[in-house]
């Protein structure tokens, strides 16, 4: 993505979630939001423009170094291994694991699933789709017989 003259990241970015390099140094970006790396587990080094911090902030990055006109963010921190703020994210039942610089997602345990992984048990496919389906076919049906006197008197 150098040389682009980009001042924000164009919506495909997130497709390029399995880079391990990205230089978006020669694009006078503006700001990174922080979900724009959501995904990006791959990522070791990311070259920005010195006026932006490096995704996530310098304590998602072992090595961070200023140039002249970019910065360098290398080697991306697994954010579920910290001692600090995020340790507690993740609820019982589930599992930290790591989902780009500073972010990370919860997976949920064995049987269990739903909001904070609170629901044991699996998720109840019948029941949904049943519902759903005859939620569907009366709607449909309700529908069809409104239009129809509609389509007879054309």
Same mark, same amino acid.
């Given at each position: 993505?150098?040389?682009? &003259?980009?001042?924000?990241?164009?919506?495909?970015?997130?497709?390029?979630?399995? !880079?391990?390099?990205?230089?978006?140094? +020669? &694009?006078?970006?503006?700001?990174?939001?922080?979900?724009?790396? /959501? #995904?990006? %587990?791959?990522?070791?080094?990311? *070259?920005?423009?010195? *006026?932006?911090?490096?995704?996530? #902030?310098?304590?998602?990055?072992?090595?961070? %170094? *200023?140039?002249?006109?970019?910065?360098?963010?290398?080697?991306?921190? &697994?954010?579920?291994?910290?001692?600090? +703020?995020? *340790?507690?994210?993740?609820?019982?039942?589930?599992?930290?694991?790591?989902?780009?610089?500073?972010?990370?997602?919860?997976?949920?345990?064995?049987?269990?699933? #739903?909001?904070?992984?609170?629901?044991?048990?699996?998720?109840?496919?019948? /029941?949904?789709?049943?519902?759903? #389906?005859?939620?569907?076919?009366? /709607?449909?049906?309700?529908?069809?017989?409104?239009?129809?006197?509609? !389509?007879?008197?054309?």
């Amino acid at each position: 993505m150098g040389s682009c &003259n980009r001042t924000s990241l164009c919506p495909g970015f997130q497709d390029a979630s399995t !880079a391990v390099v990205i230089d978006l140094t +020669e &694009n006078p970006l503006e700001k990174l939001p922080d979900a724009s790396f /959501l #995904g990006f %587990t791959s990522l070791q080094s990311i *070259a920005v423009p010195l *006026a932006l911090d490096c995704p996530g #902030g310098s304590a998602a990055w072992e090595n961070i %170094t *200023a140039g002249t006109d970019s910065r360098i963010c290398q080697g991306q921190r &697994n954010s579920c291994n910290s001692s600090g +703020e995020l *340790a507690w994210l993740c609820p019982e039942n589930s599992q930290c694991a790591p989902n780009g610089p500073s972010l990370v997602q919860c997976l949920c345990w064995g049987p269990y699933h #739903g909001y904070k992984c609170l629901r044991e048990g699996t998720f109840p496919m019948l /029941l949904f789709y049943g519902v759903l #389906g005859a939620v569907t076919a009366v /709607l449909s049906l309700l529908l069809w017989g409104t239009q129809r006197g509609k !389509a007879k008197a054309s």
